[in-house]
């Protein structure tokens, strides 16, 4: 019943993000950066499975959103962008993984944390490279060979998130009901047990952080992509702790979570911004407090609680 | 026969305790052995030394002539040793179908992401081996919601589905009911004789060593006190007095 209800929503939501785009042009750059986020939040809800939080996966981020913004000037064509810019992300994910998996918990949260505060100070202050905080403007990129303007550009960029979204949901949602994603939920509940039947649980552990680390490439690359402008703020702490906050927002419990938790949250956040200028964080705050009280499997626990109400 | 585990001079102390000082012991490979002894004695510390989870500070332990001292229980577990505890090690938010699936996936190989864990030849052999174990009833139950018996039972199940050729348990009939007891270790007996596994088991109940061990060691004060058949062993009177206590009447019978 959860496999036909996530099939339903993750269709009836590409649909409907598509007709919103199409109806309010300006919401078509925010439901980018949902689709962005979410795919990152994807990332996180796999190692969420394991009962680990990374307050890092911003380095992932970022690292993509710098690629891509220094290889457009080299090869300005984002079909291929996009995959070096994952190919990074997992790449360090790799290396970064082999080291972090070791750890658990609140150690394991930190370390993320610290590395990616190291990303952060050296795209702040290696300036005559970065540009600081003022960032890198992207020059104009090509879709397959075309040079696409305005709407276009916007178009086809949120169907390429899109896209990933629909395909890496359909993956992750495979690959939580296998062995290794069953082994991974295990190293929550019983990691030595996992040990003593002959299985890794660090390397089940790294190869969903490898996993989430390409994820979170992809969203960073969609970002680059579509604001034009990459700043050291996407490796942040803070943007960690957004897409955590998304998580729970969204709720780990399926993989449409993720993209409810991320349009919920980018949609509250613009009117948010619009209606009370000054305390929009203070919405988001009030928000993500009335879930984790009020419903803690999050927006996908609450659907999922409606239509089995309904069904029963 | 021949010894398919070898234990020589093994040495650990904890503190002040020494748990094994001077341990020599040789499994046969096809022969059930129950490991008694007074709490404490370090019949649980044999099993974690076997399988990788406890270093001893002196002595060497063979299996199947290799030396597997020093190697991660993981390695262990490779070469053919399963183990269960005396604590249930289940994964907790996982049915019992599919905590035996996952020990069956284990034993394959977990690397397969795009093939579900309870695909048919996975799930049919955990549902064949949950039958086994009397367990059908409660195959789709969560793992933290079953009585005390059934963990146990489910315990052991997962390091069955490993097929291994050494299984340790340790107290496998502790917390199953009394009235059910004798039926679960016939069947558990038969199981394991079934896939030819030998075993070593940790055991309080003498009833259930009497009927269903070839062997009976005696563990004190890190030593093996005595060696030998249920029926020697267990009527020896300085066994009685260290380690049964009392005994049925009419002392203890092996099995027919």
């Given at each position: 019943m959860n496999r036909t209800l996530e099939l339903v929503l993750a269709l009836a939501g590409a649909a409907l993000i598509v007709a919103l785009a199409y109806a309010v042009p300006w919401l078509r750059f925010v439901l980018t950066i949902a689709l962005a986020k979410g795919l990152a939040v994807l990332g996180i809800l796999l190692l969420l499975r394991a009962g680990q939080v990374s307050f890092g996966h911003a380095l992932y981020l970022a690292l993509a959103a710098y690629l891509v913004a220094f290889g457009a000037?080299?090869?300005?064509?984002?079909?291929?962008?996009?995959?070096?810019?994952?190919?990074?992300?997992?790449?360090?994910?790799?290396?970064?993984?082999?080291?972090?998996?070791?750890?658990?918990?609140?150690?394991?949260?930190?370390?993320?944390?610290?590395?990616?505060?190291?990303?952060?100070?050296?795209?702040?202050?290696?300036?005559?490279?970065?540009?600081?905080?003022?960032?890198?403007?992207?020059?104009?990129?090509?879709?397959?060979?075309?040079?696409?303007?305005?709407?276009?550009?916007?178009?086809?960029?949120?169907?390429?998130?899109?896209?990933l979204a629909l395909a890496f949901g359909a993956l992750?949602?495979?690959?939580?009901?296998?062995?290794?994603?069953?082994?991974?939920?295990?190293?929550?509940?019983?990691?030595?047990?996992?040990?003593?039947?002959?299985?890794?649980?660090?390397?089940?552990?790294?190869?969903?952080?490898?996993a989430s680390a390409v994820m979170a490439g992809c969203g960073g690359a969609i970002i680059a992509l579509t604001t034009r402008h990459v700043t050291p703020a996407l490796a942040y702490w803070t943007t960690s702790g957004e897409l955590v906050f998304i998580a729970i927002l969204g709720g780990a419990g399926s993989v449409v979570g993720p993209f409810l938790g991320a349009a919920a949250y980018e949609l509250t956040r613009v009117y948010a911004a619009a209606l009370v200028a000054n305390a929009w964080q203070l919405v988001l705050g009030l928000v993500l407090l009335g879930v984790i009280v009020f419903a803690p499997g999050g927006l996908w626990g609450l659907i999922r609680g409606a239509t089995q109400r309904k069904t029963a | 026969m021949s010894?398919?585990?070898?234990?020589?001079?093994?040495?650990?102390?904890?503190g002040g305790l020494k748990a094994a000082d001077g341990i020599d012991l040789d499994v046969e490979e096809g022969e059930f052995l129950a490991i008694i002894g007074p709490n404490g004695a370090g019949k649980t510390t044999f099993i974690n030394m076997t399988t990788g989870y406890l270093k001893p500070q002196a002595g060497e332990i063979t299996f199947a002539g290799r030396p597997i001292l020093g190697l991660s229980p993981r390695r262990i577990v490779g070469l053919g040793i399963a183990r269960s505890f005396q604590l249930p090690q289940l994964f907790t938010e996982h049915s019992v179908e599919q905590n035996?699936?996952?020990?069956?996936?284990?034993?394959?190989?977990?690397?397969?992401?795009?093939?579900?864990?309870?695909?048919p030849r996975y799930r049919d052999e955990a549902r064949d081996l949950i039958a086994r174990f009397g367990l059908s009833a409660i195959a789709e139950t969560r793992a933290d919601a079953l009585n005390e018996g059934a963990r146990k039972l489910a315990d052991i199940a997962m390091a069955v589905a490993l097929r291994p050729?050494?299984?340790?348990?340790?107290?496998?009939?502790?917390?199953?009911?009394?009235?059910?007891?004798?039926?679960?270790?016939?069947?558990?007996?038969?199981?394991l004789r079934d896939a030819r596994v030998t075993a070593v088991f940790v055991e309080h109940d003498m009833e259930v060593v009497g009927r269903f061990a070839d062997r009976v060691a005696v563990w004190g004060q890190g030593k093996i006190a005595a060696l030998g058949t249920p029926e020697v062993v267990l009527n020896d009177p300085e066994v009685q007095r260290t380690v049964i206590g009392t005994v049925p009447a009419g002392g203890v019978h092996a099995a027919a």
């Open positions: 000037a080299l090869v300005p064509e984002a079909l291929l962008l996009l995959p070096a810019a994952a190919l990074l992300a997992g790449t360090v994910g790799l290396a970064v993984g082999l080291f972090v998996v070791r750890y658990r918990e609140i150690f394991f949260g930190m370390l993320n944390l610290a590395l990616s505060m190291v990303f952060y100070s050296v795209l702040e202050k290696f300036y005559s490279l970065t540009h600081g905080t003022d960032g890198i403007r992207l020059p104009p990129v090509r879709f397959a060979g075309q040079a696409l303007e305005g709407d276009a550009a916007q178009w086809a960029v949120l169907a390429l998130a899109l896209v992750v949602r495979v690959a939580l009901a296998s062995p290794l994603g069953e082994a991974l939920a295990g190293i929550k509940t019983r990691e030595t047990r996992l040990e003593f039947m002959g299985v890794s649980a660090k390397r089940v552990l790294l190869s969903a952080y490898v | 010894v398919l585990l070898s234990a020589r001079g093994l040495k650990i102390a904890f035996v699936a996952l020990a069956v996936a284990s034993r394959e190989g977990v690397w397969s992401p795009l093939a579900p864990l309870l695909r050729r050494l299984l340790l348990m340790d107290e496998p009939t502790s917390g199953v009911a009394a009235a059910g007891k004798m039926a679960v270790v016939e069947t558990l007996a038969r199981v």
